[in-house]
């Protein structure tokens, strides 16, 4: 069965960058995008970008365009997206999703990442 | 931050139908399909909706999708107690080049 693991909740001060991981089993890993969103408390998802694993072509939101990075390592099946400097309003639930088609059809469990001095 | 509009909330009794608006304009809906996710609070959303009108294996034909110029609706028929969740609509911005996503709508069974 399809399954995107994410990893553990994070804890940065504003400035810092963090890196959450998205590891994918039970499907061909390079055969669909990967996509990141995230989602503050109260709020719907907000779309930041995709990768396409096999390539490793990336498509960012413009406004996170010079602060994400997307990776995926294809030997793990494992896609990272690291965001930098950081700030209070960054603190959010980080989702990353399988792209097939028109739609998300598999999520991760999300990853909490608080921004707090 | 959510370009597409929905309601915040919507209710009605069990058994009875609640549908769910989504606005949006010529670059999102008007020019993409829409695809809808429900959220149980504390979980991650999942699929349920795509293509417009479409169900993806698993979803009852009491959820029901349409589309018309630059707005969307998701209906649900004969309401149950466990169709409580937060519903999003989604589509491609062509301006934005990117996913957008509405705010969500609360559903609650009275």
């Known amino acids: 069965q399809v399954q995107l693991v994410q990893s553990g909740a994070e804890v940065r001060k504003p400035g810092a960058s963090v890196k959450v991981s998205c590891k994918a089993s039970?499907?061909?890993?390079?055969?669909?995008?990967m996509t990141w969103m995230r989602q503050a408390p109260g709020q719907g998802p907000e779309w930041m970008g995709w990768?396409?694993?096999?390539?490793?072509?990336?498509n960012y939101a413009q406004r996170f365009q010079g602060r994400v990075s997307m990776t995926s390592d294809t030997s793990i099946n494992t896609a990272h997206m690291e965001l930098t400097r950081l700030r209070s309003d960054d603190t959010a639930v980080y989702y990353c999703?399988?792209?097939?088609?028109?739609?998300?059809?598999?999520w991760g469990q999300g990853t909490l990442v608080t921004v707090s001095s | 931050h959510s370009v597409l509009t929905q309601p915040p909330s919507a209710s009605a009794a069990p058994g009875q139908r609640v549908s769910i608006s989504c606005s949006g304009s010529?670059?999102?809906?008007?020019?993409?399909?829409v695809n809808w996710y429900r959220q149980i609070p504390g979980t991650a959303p999942k699929l349920l909706m795509y293509?417009?009108?479409l169900r993806p294996s698993g979803v009852p034909d009491r959820f029901y999708g349409s589309k018309s110029g630059t707005s969307a609706s998701l209906a649900i028929s004969g309401l149950r107690s466990e169709d409580e969740a937060d519903y999003f609509c989604?589509?491609?911005?062509?301006?934005?080049?990117?996913?957008?996503f509405g705010g969500g709508t609360r559903v609650t069974v009275l």
């Open positions: 999703a399988r792209v097939r088609g028109l739609g998300l059809d598999y």
């Open positions: 990768i396409n694993p096999s390539s490793g072509g990336t």
């Open positions: 010529t670059s999102d809906i008007g020019s993409n399909v």
């Open positions: 293509s417009n009108n």
């Open positions: 989604a589509a491609w911005d062509d301006n934005l080049n990117g996913l957008v």
């Open positions: 039970g499907y061909n890993f390079t055969a669909y995008y």
